[in-house]
């Protein structure tokens, strides 16, 4: 019962931990990456318009790119626990008879 438990809670662990450990690697190739283009599309947006279109044209993208990630991250599911098998096994005539038994001396306590 408790193995059970602990099996549980350690595959929720380690799923958390591995979506930690990507999302971490992610964000830091993204914001590498987001520099270089930052960079890039800066100086190219200066040379076709004036300061203030170009913050405002990188500004709406990287807004648009972070409310896509939180719509992504909020969506997300869990990864689905697989039970352990439960282990069924046939009746025997003594557990039947334990369980005749036990109904039996209940019935009788009830009615004294």
Known sequence: MISAIVNKARAKAEHTAGTAAIGLGASL???????????????????????LNAAMILGALYTGAGCIGFAVVATRRQAPITKEPVVE?????????SAFMSGVTAGARTRS
Do not use: K
């Not at 930052?38 to 100086?43: D, E, H, P, R, V």
């Open 29 to 51: 190739a993204l914001g590498v990456g987001l520099a270089f283009w930052t960079g890039a599309g800066w100086l190219y947006l200066i040379t076709v318009t004036t300061p």
């Open 89 to 97: 096994t046939s009746p025997t005539f003594d557990n039947i008879m």
